[in-house]
C-alpha cells in the first residue's frame, strides 16, 4: 500500500461505469462518469482493465542475464526485453506465473528469487500493475517452450556488459527498462 500525507487528494467518486468492450485477458474497456472532490465531473473517463503482468531479471550462475528478442508490432521494431507476461488464473502466485514465463521463453529455471519491484504502465488509464522478479542463479533446465504466437530468441548478456542495454535503441519496453536498472543500481552499490 502507498504511503500517505496529510495534503493527499481525495478519491474520485463513480457515478456510472459501463463497459464498452471485453476480451479478457487482453483487453478490457469501461468508461467512467466521475465526480472529482472539487465538484467538477468528467462523463466520459477512459480505463483499461488488464490483469497483473510479470517480468524477470534472471542472472545465471556464471553472472550473466537472461533476456529475449521479439518482434513487437505496435512498434513494428525488435528490442531486447525480461523475460514476462500475463498471470494466468492459474498460476499459484505472482511468482510462480513468473517463474512459468521464464521457463517457456527460455528454458532457464531455478535459483533464488525474490520481488525486485513493482510498477504500473500507466496509472490513468491502466488497473493492473506489473510484478518483477530477480532470480539470481538460475540455470538452463529445458528447452524454450514459447507459445505458438512468440517467435522469441534468447540471449544471454554479461552483467559487466548490461548497462550498455539501457538506452532506447536496446532496451525500450518501460517496464522491462526500470527494473533491469534498478537491479544494476543495487548491483553496483555492493
Do not use: C
Not at 517457456?104 to 520481488?115: A, C, F, I, K, V
Not at 504500473?120 to 510484478?131: E, F, R, V
Not at 556488459?161 to 526500470?178: C, K, S
Amino acid at each position: 500500500m502507498p504511503r500517505q500525507f496529510p495534503n493527499d487528494p481525495e478519491p474520485w467518486q463513480v457515478l456510472e461505469r459501463t463497459y464498452l468492450f471485453e476480451r479478457p485477458p487482453w483487453l478490457v474497456l469501461r468508461r467512467d462518469h466521475v465526480r472529482l472532490p472539487s465538484g467538477a465531473e468528467i462523463p466520459e473517463y477512459w480505463i483499461s482493465e488488464y490483469p497483473p503482468w510479470v517480468n524477470v531479471v534472471a542472472v545465471t550462475t556464471d553472472d550473466q542475464l537472461v533476456l529475449v528478442r521479439q518482434y513487437r508490432p505496435a512498434l513494428g521494431q525488435v528490442h531486447f526485453e525480461l523475460p514476462a507476461g500475463v498471470v494466468d488464473p492459474t498460476d499459484a502466485s505472482l511468482q510462480a506465473a513468473a517463474a512459468r514465463e521464464l521457463a517457456e521463453e527460455t528454458g532457464y529455471g531455478g535459483g533464488t528469487w525474490s520481488l525486485l519491484t513493482t510498477l504500473s504502465a500507466n496509472p490513468a488509464l491502466q488497473t493492473n500493475l506489473s510484478y518483477a522478479f530477480l532470480a539470481e542463479g538460475v540455470t538452463l533446465q529445458s528447452t524454450a517452450r514459447p507459445e505458438a504466437t512468440e517467435d522469441i530468441r534468447v540471449h544471454l548478456i554479461p552483467v559487466g556488459e548490461a548497462e550498455a542495454l539501457l538506452n532506447p535503441d536496446d532496451v525500450i519496453q518501460a517496464l522491462h527498462f526500470a527494473p533491469l536498472a534498478r537491479y544494476l543500481l543495487k548491483r553496483a552499490r555492493r
